[in-house]
């Protein structure tokens, strides 16, 4: 197994999530605070989840060609729905008391956001971006089926060979992936929740 291609999946796993987390906490605060917004948000972060992952990167790379581009794309698309769906609960379920004593100590509601709604939501938030990593794990693997590289090209490769040695290797670094990450977060994680 050639070791390019584990750190192409990491790169494609990598980029997917910075713009994952950018995107889904935009969105999940605009849920939270715009409420005509709220429904429209929400449901097209759940309809994006239902579609099949090679069908939306059928219709991405229309756009975008055969290239990492396509599949970072799809990948953030994919993996939208925990972190903007998390970052509305988590800001949604904060004890009205405390945003009361915010309002009352003169603060305005962006403050309120940054200063108190956001850290006391921020372990909830955790959790969706944690769901979103491992789920990028997976979903990296179709990404050779638009030129995008990663694991699953060699996935590609050693079945059309029957290449039993190498398919055993990629999947076990895969899983060797998916739950290294999950650990580590799942870690940190449980850091913040005790904070």
Do not use: C
Not at 4 to 14: A, F, I, N, P, T
Not at 33 to 39: C, E, G, Q
Not at 179 to 190: H, Q, R
């Amino acid at each position: 197994m050639d070791f390019k291609y584990v750190w192409e999946h990491l790169y494609l796993v990598s980029a997917a999530i910075v713009f994952t987390v950018i995107v889904g906490l935009f969105l999940g605060i605009v849920a939270y605070m715009i409420k005509p917004l709220r429904t429209p948000i929400l449901w097209i972060a759940d309809l994006l989840q239902t579609v099949p992952v090679l069908a939306l990167l059928g219709i991405i790379m229309i756009f975008f060609g055969a290239s990492s581009t396509t599949v970072i794309i799809g990948i953030v698309l994919y993996s939208l729905l925990p972190v903007v769906r998390n970052t509305y609960v988590g800001l949604t379920n904060i004890d009205p008391g405390i945003k009361e004593s915010a309002r009352g100590m003169g603060m305005t509601r962006i403050q309120r956001l940054i200063k108190v709604e956001f850290p006391l939501s921020f372990p909830i938030i955790f959790t969706g971006v944690r769901i979103s990593l491992v789920t990028s794990i997976g979903i990296a693997v179709f990404g050779a089926f638009v030129g995008g590289g990663g694991l699953g090209a060699t996935i590609n490769r050693a079945i059309l060979l029957q290449d039993m040695n190498t398919l055993i290797q990629v999947t076990v670094t895969l899983m060797v992936m998916a739950v290294g990450f999950d650990i580590l977060m799942g870690y940190i994680e449980k850091r913040l929740k005790a904070r």
